[in-house]
């Protein structure tokens, strides 16, 4: 058994602990037993004096007084005197020894271990209980005294001195016994207090064993308690512990998956413009271009490569900050129908290109809604945009505004190509692209959808996707009303 270890330590504490706490008690027993055994004692004693002091007032014959007395004190082991009002011994019977008409007299060990004013309180018509060693018997004594009137009603005192011996032996063997209860005791509790504190340390070292996998990075250990005491408390405790701790590295893991995919997409996003820019470069460098109507398409292009590198910058900066918590956009009562007309103004060129035909179906008295009229009227370019681009000539576009509640609900509905199912839950995610056959010339940078549902998260909103193959595709986006709107 080790010495530093929980075991031990509970085992040593607990048996310290029983050790005095029977000890403390075994001492208060056997003093409360000492002292009880002498108040019977004394008690006993008193009894006695007072019927020696009756046979005394009643027995005129002094030798058949003496006679009584010896039988008493043989009856009791005592001695027994008794006093006339000087002092003098008029009877003395016990112990082998006899000091009859004697003067009471201190110096005598006899008469040990009262003192004068033992006697001064006895004819004063007290009695006196008095407990020491008398060197005449070389014992210690318990010595009574009872003051009584004889039948002349002069002043008596009878004294009466019993050895303690008997009644310390009795007392030693209570005190034997209590020692050998309390060393069982002792040994009892030691043992008990061993499996007590195995017990307890059992779950604390189950604990340590999961404490060291997670340290190893092992989180799918638990402690496995059922006590709602504070060991299964900290069980409880350290089994969320390492959950959350399992989640958050998944978590880390997760972020540094997408750490990679997006460093490995902003560079192949990055890559595409700057070819194309460095081969029109070098074609006109070489002084490959035959007229200046080639040497300005090819400026044109790299123009366009350009604002297309600005975008994605823009774009990438947008939204790290909203994922950062950072919607640092201005709110205010917006009119979604003067918005969504200014949005289709500058998609009507591209619609008109597409040859698809727009439904509006606007709620006459739409209430405002509070926003960042720029941001939203980002959000709607993309999706709308998103439409018209996957949705072939001839198709339907239909965009259903109405208020339900606090609400307000856009809905943009499209009768395009659709997004696969396995497609679906991944559109919002950076730089995803369902349609992995689209050419430059169709698509953005992958972050409209990203940077759509941050916008209507930032502004307290919605947005949800459903969609079928071949069918077509419905945005849903919700914004809360303002709640100054009047209509």
Same mark, same amino acid.
């Given at each position: 058994m080790r010495l530093n270890n929980i075991v031990t330590k509970l085992w040593v504490i607990m048996t310290i602990l029983v050790l005095v706490v029977i000890g403390i008690a075994s001492a208060a027993q056997t003093s409360f037993m000492e002292g009880m055994y002498y108040q019977q004692q004394a008690r006993q004693l008193n009894t006695l004096g007072h019927k020696i002091a009756d046979i005394a007032r009643a027995e005129k014959d002094p030798a058949a007084l003496d006679s009584k007395v010896a039988m008493i004190a043989s009856l009791y082991n005592a001695n027994v005197m008794i006093l006339n009002e000087k002092g003098r011994v008029i009877s003395c019977q016990g112990m082998g020894i006899s000091t009859k008409d004697m003067p009471m007299d201190m110096n005598n060990p006899h008469h040990g271990p009262l003192n004068m004013q033992d006697l001064e309180q006895?004819?004063?018509?007290?009695?006196?209980?008095?407990?020491?060693?008398?060197?005449?018997?070389?014992?210690?004594?318990?010595?009574?005294?009872?003051?009584?009137?004889?039948?002349? %009603?002069?002043?008596? @005192?009878? +004294?009466i001195h019993a050895p303690l011996e008997p009644l310390a032996d009795?007392?030693? $063997?209570?005190?034997?016994?209590? &020692? !050998?209860?309390?060393?069982?005791?002792?040994?009892l509790a030691a043992l008990l207090s061993l499996i007590f504190s195995q017990i307890i340390s059992k779950p604390l070292i189950k604990m340590n064993?999961?404490?060291?996998?997670?340290?190893?990075?092992?989180?799918?250990?638990?402690? =496995?308690?059922?006590? %709602? =005491? #504070?060991?299964?408390?900290?069980? /409880?405790?350290? /089994?969320?512990?390492?959950?959350?701790l399992q989640e958050k590295i998944r978590q880390l893991e997760l972020q540094e998956q997408i750490r990679r995919?997006?460093?490995? /997409?902003?560079?192949?996003? +990055?890559?595409?413009?700057?070819?194309?820019?460095?081969?029109?470069?070098?074609?006109?460098?070489? $002084?490959?271009?035959?007229?200046?109507? #080639?040497? #300005?398409?090819y400026l044109n292009n790299i123009l366009d490569e350009i604002n297309r590198l600005k975008r994605l910058v823009n774009e990438v900066l947008d939204l790290k900050r909203m994922e950062e918590g950072h919607f640092d956009f201005d709110k205010e009562p917006c009119d979604l129908r003067s918005l969504l007309a200014r949005v289709l103004g500058k998609l009507t060129q591209l619609i008109e290109q597409k040859g698809v035909h727009l439904d509006l179906d606007i709620e006459k008295k739409l209430p405002h809604v509070t926003c960042n009229s720029d941001r939203i009227e980002r959000v709607?370019? %993309?999706? &709308? =945009? !998103?439409?018209?681009?996957?949705?072939?000539?001839?198709?339907?576009?239909?965009?259903?505004?109405?208020?339900? @509640?606090?609400?307000?609900? +856009?809905?943009?509905?499209d009768t395009g190509t659709g997004i696969s199912p396995e497609d679906l839950p991944m559109i919002w995610e950076r730089f995803y692209k369902a349609d992995k056959s689209r050419n430059r010339s169709q698509g953005g940078t992958g972050l409209g959808l990203a940077i759509v549902k941050r916008i209507i998260e930032g502004h307290g909103g919605q947005v949800n996707v459903e969609s079928k193959v071949n069918e077509g595709t419905s945005f849903t986006v919700v914004l809360p009303v303002n709640p100054c709107s009047v209509g």
């Open positions: 006895l004819f004063s018509g007290r009695a006196v209980v008095h407990k020491g060693n008398n060197p005449f018997f070389n014992t210690d004594v318990l010595s009574v005294g009872i003051p009584f009137k004889d039948h002349d %009603n002069s002043n008596r @005192a009878v +004294i009795q007392l030693s $063997g209570l005190q034997r016994l209590t &020692i !050998n209860t309390a060393v069982g005791g002792i040994i064993q999961v404490a060291l996998e997670m340290a190893g990075g092992n989180y799918r250990h638990k402690v =496995d308690i059922q006590s %709602n =005491d #504070e060991i299964g408390l900290l069980a /409880n405790s350290l /089994n969320t512990l390492a959950s959350r995919e997006f460093v490995t /997409n902003v560079a192949h996003e +990055i890559k595409t413009p700057l070819t194309i820019m460095q081969g029109f470069t070098e074609t006109m460098v070489d $002084g490959l271009v035959k007229d200046e109507k #080639e040497r #300005e398409v709607f370019i %993309n999706l &709308i =945009d !998103n439409a018209v681009r996957h949705t072939p000539a001839g198709g339907r576009i239909s965009i259903h505004v109405a208020s339900k @509640a606090d609400q307000v609900h +856009i809905r943009i509905h």
